[in-house]
């Protein structure tokens, strides 16, 4: 069984698009996160969610809307996606805040033209 | 700013060499995480170490943890092929995000 599953894996889209990313995890956990990693493979957070309430907002821009319908979801949406928007996202999840490992998912590879 | 720099940026090695990589990171932690990240997969989790313990062991990895330093270190021994991936230090902070490093790219040739 999957622990985080996020889809799709790959997304391709054209600059001025709206698009979703959806992320599902099954243990249990109360707070989930989004990250950033760019072609350099730096990994950045950009939301984190306990019990479905938004706790950390990196300077995101607001083209990105995090949503949390339950604690098991964390859903991403993107809207007028820019160039500078490719990147591979990653949905974790931990049981905690901070002081147990994370969970990560696969990945969603985006790319803008 | 980045928390966490790792070092070396990128490593190669023979297969049963022992893999050496180290962190610093720049603010007080409470634990420090390692990760591995094989190529275009998600992170894994490989060990945590409490800021009150030196160093830990898990199977062939051994991390320390020098918080004088402000530095960690992961070593990986008798490497084999399989190994051969990207290794990140973390340390969490408010709210539970995980400040990462920059990574360590690790080839470990056959």
């Known amino acids: 069984d999957t622990a985080v599953s996020q889809t799709p894996k790959y997304l391709v889209t054209q600059m001025g698009n709206d698009k979703s990313i959806k992320c599902e995890q099954n243990?249990?956990?109360?707070?989930m996160y989004w990250y950033k990693q760019d072609s350099k493979k730096f990994l950045k957070i950009m939301f984190s969610y306990n019990n479905k309430e938004l706790i950390i907002n990196e300077t995101v821009p607001n083209r990105f809307s995090p949503k949390s319908p339950d604690k098991a979801h964390l859903n991403l949406h993107i809207n007028s996606l820019e160039l500078g928007d490719s990147a591979v996202y990653f949905c974790a999840s931990s049981p905690g805040t901070g002081d147990t490992e994370a969970f990560f998912g696969q990945g969603t590879r985006l790319t803008v033209v | 700013s980045q928390q966490g720099e790792e070092d070396p940026q990128a490593l190669s090695i023979q297969e049963g060499e022992n893999a050496t990589m180290n962190c610093s990171y720049k603010t007080s932690i409470n634990n420090l995480q390692w990760y591995r990240q094989n190529s275009g997969r998600g992170l894994v989790h490989l060990i945590l170490?409490?800021?009150?313990?030196r160093e830990k062991h898990s199977g062939r990895l051994r991390v320390t943890l020098d918080t004088s330093k402000k530095s960690s270190s992961l070593l990986i021994t008798a490497s084999r092929a399989a190994d051969t991936a990207s290794y990140f230090c973390?340390?969490?902070?408010?709210?539970?995000?995980?400040?990462f490093g920059q990574g360590t790219e690790l080839s470990v040739k056959p």
């Open positions: 243990l249990g956990h109360d707070t």
């Open positions: 973390a340390s969490p902070h408010q709210g539970g995000k995980l400040i």
């Open positions: 170490i409490r800021s009150n313990e």
